[in-house]
């Protein structure tokens, strides 16, 4: 999801203007801001439910969209507990008892570290460029819009269990908001990007915030510390081993 990466080498679409620029452009950016071919990122996560409010700080290590490595580094009680992602499998490791647990598919919903995301949420890697059909809502110089809105409703044969969804982009594609409806066309859940900050390089939203519309008061929000896109990344970093180090 948001800790993957790959590199999106297109014709910049500061070159068109917004009457040239399609759907599938715009979604092809989004899809690609998060994503590069390796990266390493300190995040912090606070999670506030009914019943408790905890912050947590956290290492990333990431290859392509299938190796993901997230280590806790704080708070001291659960520090060194991991979440190992390859390819559809999720492991966690547990210092305190010096175990490995494969997540088992009928725990896949299951709410990861606590969190408003789920551990299916971590495997799942859908795009919105190749997964829906698509079609503006309004766009800059359209509808008297400043942004891009786009409708998306997922392709028959792609397992998604949406029944729709509303992505809003500026003018210069960084994601301000993705909203997730069911299929009775009901709000599920917003996401939510903002405090835009240049990384490694890379300017991209610096604050993720998922709120789930049937829980009032309650979200998960993760803000990126450092974000490292340059030292290599290799295979050899995504093994049950790797999770005790």
Known sequence: MLLSIA?????????????????????????????REHSIVTMQMRVKTKRYE???????????????LIK???????????????DQSIWNYLP?????????????????????????????ENRFSQDF?????SKPGLNNGDEYVIELVPKEDTAIVWGKIVSRSTAALLPIEVKYYDEDG??????????????????????????????PGELTEITYIKADFTTPVSKDQFSLQALKK
């Open 72 to 86: 806790i580094l704080e708070p001291a009680k659960d520090a060194g507990t991991c979440t190992l992602k390859v």
């Open 96 to 124: 305190r008892v010096d175990r490995t647990m494969k997540i088992p598919a009928g725990m896949m919903g299951g709410a990861w570290m606590g969190s408003h995301l789920s551990n299916d949420d971590l495997v799942k």
């Open 54 to 68: 905890r912050t947590m700080t956290m290492e990333a290590t990431s290859l392509g969209t299938e190796h993901t």
């Open 133 to 137: 059909s698509a079609q503006f809502l």
């Open 186 to 215: 009901t709000l599920k859940r917003t996401d939510s990007f903002s405090e835009i900050k240049e990384m490694d390089g890379v300017k991209i939203p610096s604050v993720f915030t998922i709120t789930p519309a049937e829980k």
């Open 7 to 35: 590199i999106f080498t297109g014709m910049s679409l500061a070159e068109q203007t917004p009457s040239e620029v399609t759907v599938e452009q715009v979604l092809q950016e989004v899809d690609d801001l998060f994503r």
